[in-house]
């Protein structure tokens, strides 16, 4: 996660943090009928449906969002609506001014998504935003009409629940057309990211594709040709690194290996059928890139290419690297009113050092953590890779079996993780690489989104009016 330099979210951070769980299963969490985030959005006319004070506000402009205005009186609905269900949830209401200045944030993006939506031409139609209500209500164990019965019964009116679905599958939406679709996710990238879950100890070997250009030149000619067929692929060489794209076709004008007619392809290899030269070049190299210098050999000067890596695909499922589940458990402290930085981490430690000394860790988590694993004393069950935040991960991923963390610092507060064991995923070699390929394209699209939304932002005239003008630089 990137920070302000003060451990503390940026902007588009913790709009970020918050936008998590803008999707379609926390709706459902709205009135409580699921497990609600930290800050859940509603849109404004949930917000004054439910709020009542929205006729006491005056009416003013909090923020000017391109061709777009943002009023005081939806801010203070969208406040209120957040501070009751922090206080429903007993957890830390930030102090006013924070939280107004986080909520107004988060309302200026989704302002500019929503009308990015509208200039992407995406529409959602009456059919997927009643499969949507559908599915929450079945998610809930009720049947449609139950579901809506119970809405209601809360004094959230049907039309104002679906337009709210309507816009977070236009957001869906959008996320997946602009961030989510473009990402991509090499086999190198599995199997590098299985190895780390193995740890530094893990073996994951990766087949190589290359392509390749020979100029003979055997050990036993005479020097002035092998000095002519260096100065030749050194030409070749030139030629290739300055458009990789002609390397097949110089490798079929030039090479004077058996495969040349091909190219120069030798598909993938294993890297113990491949010459060491050829192994190591390749190390240094990303997909598409031609190594710079000439790799001599007994038979000539070589020209290389890597196209492509994957995870070895010989030996047997058992060699096979496997991904790791961990069993863990967690005290969360949320910063927030009443509760400081410091604070939370000297309570943290403090907590540590009595568990240490042969305490009951899931009784201090009963009593003391502020995430819904409480009652079950912190116990978080067989957590597998990419289902945590970053920080939270990788703080499991560096603990022992049974060992308790220093506190760690997520987006959600602080957190003191022990780790009660590990085990080897079950499953298929494929079945663990899908996993592995969901967890990295799940990380590499939330940053993707992330950096996205800065873009969006930074493209956007945004003014704030008031008092939030001043709150805003500080």
């Given at each position: 996660m990137?920070t302000?330099?003060?451990?503390?979210p940026?902007?588009?951070?913790?709009?970020?943090a918050?936008m998590k769980?803008?999707r379609l299963?926390?709706?459902a969490?709205s009135l409580?009928l699921?497990?609600a985030?930290t800050f859940?959005?509603v849109?404004?006319a949930s917000?004054?449906a439910?709020?009542p004070?929205?006729?006491?506000?005056?009416d003013s402009?909090?923020a000017?969002?391109n061709n777009?205005?943002i009023?005081?009186?939806?801010?203070?609905?969208?406040?209120g609506l957040?501070?009751?269900?922090l206080?429903?949830?007993n957890?830390?209401?930030?102090p006013l001014?924070?939280?107004?200045?986080?909520?107004?944030?988060?309302?200026?993006l989704e302002?500019?998504q929503?009308?990015?939506a509208?200039e992407?031409?995406i529409?959602?139609s009456?059919a997927?935003?009643?499969?949507?209500l559908t599915?929450?209500a079945?998610?809930?164990?009720?049947p449609?009409e139950m579901?809506r019965?119970?809405?209601?019964a809360?004094?959230?009116?049907?039309?104002?629940?679906?337009r709210?679905?309507?816009?977070?599958?236009?957001?869906?939406?959008l996320r997946?057309k602009e961030?989510d679709s473009?990402i991509t996710?090499?086999?190198?990238?599995?199997?590098?990211?299985?190895?780390?879950?193995?740890?530094?100890?893990?073996?994951v070997q990766l087949?190589?594709h290359l392509?390749?250009i020979?100029?003979?030149?055997p050990?036993?000619?005479p020097?002035?040709?092998i000095?002519?067929a260096?100065?030749k692929a050194?030409a070749?060489?030139?030629e290739?690194?300055a458009?990789?794209a002609?390397?097949?076709?110089?490798?079929?004008?030039n090479s004077?290996?058996d495969?040349?007619?091909?190219g120069?392809d030798m598909?993938?290899?294993?890297?113990?059928?491949?010459?060491?030269?050829f192994v190591?070049?390749?190390?240094?190299?990303?997909p598409?890139q031609?190594?710079p210098?000439?790799i001599r050999?007994?038979?000539?000067f070589?020209?290389?290419k890597?196209?492509?890596r994957?995870?070895?695909q010989?030996g047997?499922a058992?060699?096979?690297?496997k991904l790791?589940q961990?069993h863990v458990?967690?005290?969360?402290?949320r910063?927030?009113?009443g509760?400081?930085?410091p604070?939370a981490?000297?309570?943290l430690l403090?907590?540590?050092?009595q568990?240490?000394a042969?305490?009951?860790?899931?009784?201090f988590a009963?009593?003391?953590?502020?995430?819904?694993?409480?009652s079950?004393?912190?116990?978080?069950g067989w957590?597998?890779?990419g289902?945590?935040?970053?920080?939270?991960?990788?703080?499991?991923?560096?603990?022992k079996d049974?060992?308790?963390?220093?506190?760690v610092r997520?987006?959600y507060?602080?957190?003191l993780?022990?780790?009660l064991a590990?085990?080897?995923?079950?499953?298929s070699?494929a079945q663990?690489?899908d996993l592995?390929?969901?967890?990295?394209?799940?990380r590499?699209a939330e940053?993707?989104?992330?950096?996205?939304?800065?873009e969006l932002?930074d493209?956007a005239?945004?003014q704030?009016k008031?008092?939030l003008?001043?709150l805003?630089?500080q």
């Amino acid at each position: 996660m990137r920070t302000n330099g003060r451990d503390e979210p940026d902007i588009i951070g913790v709009a970020v943090a918050i936008m998590k769980n803008l999707r379609l299963a926390t709706l459902a969490a709205s009135l409580g009928l699921a497990a609600a985030a930290t800050f859940l959005p509603v849109s404004s006319a949930s917000a004054q449906a439910l709020s009542p004070t929205s006729g006491e506000t005056a009416d003013s402009v909090a923020a000017v969002v391109n061709n777009d205005v943002i009023t005081q009186r939806e801010l203070d609905q969208r406040v209120g609506l957040i501070t009751r269900r922090l206080q429903q949830q007993n957890a830390p209401v930030p102090p006013l001014d924070q939280l107004r200045v986080q909520v107004l944030n988060q309302m200026v993006l989704e302002r500019i998504q929503i009308e990015k939506a509208n200039e992407d031409g995406i529409k959602i139609s009456d059919a997927d935003v009643q499969t949507t209500l559908t599915k929450l209500a079945a998610a809930n164990n009720m049947p449609l009409e139950m579901y809506r019965a119970r809405l209601e019964a809360e004094g959230v009116p049907w039309s104002v629940f679906t337009r709210d679905a309507r816009t977070e599958l236009t957001l869906s939406r959008l996320r997946e057309k602009e961030v989510d679709s473009k990402i991509t996710v090499s086999d190198a990238e599995v199997a590098n990211y299985i190895a780390s879950q193995r740890g530094p100890s893990a073996k994951v070997q990766l087949d190589l594709h290359l392509d390749h250009i020979l100029v003979k030149a055997p050990a036993n000619a005479p020097q002035a040709d092998i000095d002519a067929a260096q100065k030749k692929a050194q030409a070749i060489l030139q030629e290739a690194t300055a458009s990789s794209a002609k390397f097949e076709s110089l490798a079929k004008d030039n090479s004077q290996a058996d495969d040349a007619k091909k190219g120069g392809d030798m598909g993938f290899q294993p890297q113990s059928k491949l010459p060491a030269d050829f192994v190591s070049a390749a190390s240094q190299l990303r997909p598409g890139q031609v190594s710079p210098d000439l790799i001599r050999t007994g038979d000539g000067f070589e020209i290389v290419k890597l196209v492509d890596r994957r995870a070895g695909q010989g030996g047997n499922a058992a060699d096979a690297p496997k991904l790791v589940q961990t069993h863990v458990r967690h005290i969360l402290l949320r910063v927030g009113d009443g509760l400081s930085e410091p604070e939370a981490r000297r309570k943290l430690l403090d907590i540590r050092q009595q568990v240490e000394a042969g305490g009951d860790f899931a009784k201090f988590a009963r009593s003391y953590s502020q995430d819904g694993s409480s009652s079950q004393g912190g116990d978080l069950g067989w957590i597998s890779p990419g289902e945590t935040v970053p920080d939270f991960e990788r703080a499991m991923n560096n603990l022992k079996d049974g060992e308790i963390s220093e506190p760690v610092r997520s987006e959600y507060g602080y957190h003191l993780i022990q780790v009660l064991a590990r085990r080897e995923a079950e499953g298929s070699v494929a079945q663990q690489m899908d996993l592995a390929r969901q967890a990295i394209g799940q990380r590499k699209a939330e940053q993707a989104y992330s950096d996205w939304l800065r873009e969006l932002r930074d493209s956007a005239y945004v003014q704030y009016k008031g008092d939030l003008a001043s709150l805003q630089q500080q």
